[in-house]
């Protein structure tokens, strides 16, 4: 797997490349401007771009903005997004990108090198992967209409697991339940949710969205910063 490091914090950027490497990713490049990763995946495409959310010139979202276009650009590419806070509008934005290939991340992650190289194996895989955290904030976030009532509190838990980017398989493996049990559970979800089942259409990329998007409904940023102090 090669990787292109986005950060400009060169101490991070030097740390993860050498973590990184010593498990076997090979570390392309690194760069301290959203604009120089832009530019250097044009000229030589990663499978993945690991990006800081906030980079210069004002240290905002230039992180997030260089991912979208990479993404429109080089859908072949993953991007694994990684935050220091959880920003739930900057996660949705990212995860509408219908091909998967995406991930967003704390960068307290990078502290659990396995889950951080499994992540990257992911997105590189073409799955959609989330921060479990924030996840688990759009749970517990009360909604007036929240589309996800219907579902069972096991369905719910799967649909949590599914919005973090885990297989069939993987799911199971962590309820302790089969595939088979996990695929019912995920066929009763996509009914429930009212899911295309157009076969051009990613249903598990939808419930993903159902999902983030129940707590963003009809809000704007202050709105869902709202949710992560109730």
């Not at 995406?102 to 194996?121: H, N, S």
């Not at 989330?130 to 649909?159: M, Q």
Request: glycine share 8%; aromatic share 4%.
């Amino acid at each position: 797997m090669r990787v292109i490091l986005a950060d400009d914090a060169v101490v991070i950027r030097e740390g993860l490349a050498r973590l990184l490497s010593e498990r076997g990713v090979d570390v392309l490049a690194q760069v301290g401007t959203a604009e120089e990763l832009v530019r250097l995946v044009r000229v030589e495409p990663p499978d993945v771009a690991v990006i800081d959310i906030r980079m210069p010139p004002t240290n905002t979202n230039e992180g997030l903005l260089a991912a979208q276009e990479i993404g429109s650009e080089h859908p072949e590419v993953g991007t694994l997004v990684l935050s220091q806070y959880v920003e739930p509008e900057y996660a949705l934005m990212l995860v509408t990108r219908a091909s998967g290939r995406v991930g967003y991340l704390l960068k307290d992650r990078i502290a659990d090198v396995g889950e951080f190289v499994d992540a990257l194996e992911r997105v590189n895989a073409g799955e959609t992967v989330v921060e479990p955290s924030l996840v688990a904030e759009l749970l517990d976030a009360p909604a007036a209409r929240d589309p996800l009532t219907d579902l069972t509190p096991r369905e719910r838990e799967v649909l949590a697991l599914v919005a973090q980017g885990r297989t069939d398989r993987g799911i199971g493996e962590e309820l302790f339940v089969t595939r088979k049990t996990v695929e019912a559970h995920v066929r009763s979800i996509f009914r429930k949710l009212d899911l295309p089942a157009d076969a051009g259409e990613n249903r598990r990329v939808h419930a993903v969205l159902a999902f983030l998007g129940h707590a963003a409904k009809g809000e704007g940023r202050a709105g869902m910063r709202a949710h992560l102090t109730r």
